[in-house]
């Protein structure tokens, strides 16, 4: 049913492109450029196959996931949720849709081992709090997004429809971006990042590149901005977060060794 939605709505006339990718993909591709776009999209795609994985064997390992943060997941889930029912609303890239789609295979896969793991070890009050505080926290910010429609261009939306799957574009960049904000905090907290997987950043991060590159080359002008901008802010924004959670790591890592040096030395003074 998906794919009949993606062909027709997707599937414009297309002078001089690519044929077998307007046939399979519904994708206009007429130039180089847009060619790029497309190939790096398919890149994108393979790539988010691989992000959960660490994670997912980081927690195993540890029996927890008390290193990730339960907001970060969760408006994780619905920033793809979001992300998903937009691009098909508003009929963004196909390579947009397919990734999207992933995006809420994975995140199932990861809350649902989160939840196995907080009611394997009796934590299942914590749980339900922590999901209670998340949901009510995530409502109050797709509250507040909806005053942000007040800024659609007709020139660029055409129709209810598309306007819907815009704000939900806008509603989702918002929990992509907030949704790290929990986990970054968590971090500096407990100045660590232990129990989190930093294979799983550096692939999200390579993703999110992607994917928005691929967006930015698959047309030009400001209203294709415009009418992307929400898909391109929730990539190339995660890519700056996904960096701080990086050089977090990195910076708590090197002080705890210097911090470990220190106490080396001092405990050998003291033995002499």
Known sequence: MVWKFLTVASLQPCPGGVAWIAEYFGQCVQNDVQLASFWIGLISLLLWFFPPIPQLYENY?????????????????????????GALLSRQLPTQIFVG???IFQDSVILCQYCYYKVKNQWHNHLVRDLGQTTLRCVMVTATAQSLLALKSASVLHGGL?????????????????????QLY??????????????????????????????????VGRDYLLRHLPWLTG??????????????????RTNRAESESANILDHGDVVH
């Not at 660590?192 to 550096?202: H, K, L």
């Not at 190339?236 to 996904?242: A, E, I, K, Q, R």
């Open 235 to 252: 990539s190339l924004g995660c890519c700056l977060l996904d960096s701080v959670i990086v050089w977090q790591h990195f910076h708590y």
């Open 101 to 103: 789609i992933y995006y």
């Open 61 to 85: 390992k540890r029996g927890q996931c008390g290193g990730v943060s339960v907001y970060f997941l969760l408006c994780w889930f619905l920033g793809d949720s979001l992300n998903l029912a």
């Open 162 to 182: 598309d306007e819907l799957g815009y704000s939900m574009g806008i509603v989702s960049a918002i929990f992509y971006l907030g949704g790290r904000i929990p």
């Open 186 to 219: 968590m971090n500096c907290k407990r100045v660590s990042t232990e129990g989190i997987s930093m294979p799983m950043f550096y692939m999200m991060f390579a993703a999110n590149f992607c994917y928005g590159l691929s967006v930015l080359l698959g047309g």
